[in-house]
């Protein structure tokens, strides 16, 4: 199977170039800006009708969650238009698609983990267009599924790990929420599972049994105790103080709570899920490697 990963050089994307030697019967090409545009309908759909494409693992994304309150056309243009290109252009190969959407879909307001099946309601720009982009993959009838994930983390780009050990080895103490409810997850691991769907479906359809599926780590924290995680794993001597959202305004909302449900996606395609504490030591592991 020929498979192509879009924004191949954000987070999921690079992890999937770091584990994609491992499927012998996955033939991986990546691609990102400004090679491959996915809001650009006529070189993307050449690209995928040239190159034989079978799958595609959508790793692009706008993933700039409080900038999109200013910038929606962009966000739109994206996490929307770009999904849409994809869909259609995979209808033409009958191919399959492996999208990536978010916690951010949730307003927060449950107090139980969230099932596939719970209506959504997102709270600001970047969960409402990452949701129209589900609902151009739900509602066409190619053989795709949508996985949302949740404080996505890797040892590649930006994220919150990495300002952590940066601030973290910088000043005597931090102020970090705890007021807000999730799971993180090692892009790594989710890497893996994307890896693994293809690979064992062969010719047989991902969305047989389902269309969306949720995937973060195991175990549930608040963002102070991932902070404190960090750096105790780290032996990094910086106090992290616990602080309420009101606290530490931004632009985009968050929910306060996003812990998602793995049961389905645990079940349907036997994936073996770590738990975040374990899968942040072996993030922390490369990142000091690399450093
Ligand atoms: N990060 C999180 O905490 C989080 C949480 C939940 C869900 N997710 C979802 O998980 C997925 C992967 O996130 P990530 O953190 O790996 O994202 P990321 O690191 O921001 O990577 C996204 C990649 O897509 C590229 N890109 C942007 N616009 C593009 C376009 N028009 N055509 C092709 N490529 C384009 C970006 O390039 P530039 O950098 O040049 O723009 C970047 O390389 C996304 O769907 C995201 O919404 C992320």
């Known amino acids: 199977m020929k498979v192509l990963i879009t924004g191949s050089n954000g987070q999921l994307g690079s992890e999937i170039k770091e584990l994609a030697s491992n499927y012998e019967n996955l033939e991986c090409v990546f691609k990102d800006l400004p090679e491959l545009d996915i809001c650009d309908t006529k070189v993307l759909n050449t690209f995928i009708i040239d190159q034989h494409i079978n799958a595609v693992i959508n ?25 849409l290109n994809l ?3 995979l209808k033409k ?21 969230y099932k596939e099946t719970d209506p959504v309601s997102p709270k600001g720009v970047y969960g409402e267009m990452k949701r129209a982009g589900e609902l151009a993959v739900l509602n066409s009838s190619i053989d795709a599924i949508v996985i949302r994930t949740s404080w996505l983390y890797s040892a590649y780009g930006n994220n919150f790990v990495k300002t952590m050990l940066r601030l973290g080895n910088v000043k ?25 769907i293809l690979s064992n479906a ?22 102070y105790d991932f902070a404190k995680a960090i750096m105790e794993i780290s032996n990094i001597e910086c106090n992290v103080i616990p602080i309420e959202t009101k606290d530490y305004p931004t632009q985009a909302i ?12 645990t079940s349907d395609f036997k994936v073996i899920i770590p738990h975040w504490r374990d899968s942040l030591a072996n993030c922390l592991k490369k990142i000091n490697h690399n450093s």
């Open 59 to 83: 790793c692009a994304a706008y993933t700039a969650v409080d900038k999109a309150e200013e910038d929606l056309e962009t966000a739109s243009k994206v996490n929307v238009k770009g999904v």
């Open 87 to 89: 869909v259609n252009a």
């Open 93 to 113: 190969v009958d191919g399959k698609l492996i999208h990536i959407s978010t916690d951010y879909v949730f307003d927060g307001n449950h107090s139980q983990p």
């Open 172 to 196: 005597e103490s931090i102020q970090v929420v705890f007021d807000q409810i999730g799971t993180p997850t090692y892009a790594k691991d989710l890497a893996k599972t994307c890896l693994d």
């Open 202 to 223: 062969g010719s047989t359809n991902i969305s047989k049994k389902g269309k969306i599926y949720h995937y973060s780590n195991e175990g549930v924290t608040s963002w």
């Open 254 to 265: 968050r929910p306060l709570y996003s812990v998602l449900d793995k049961s389905k996606i």
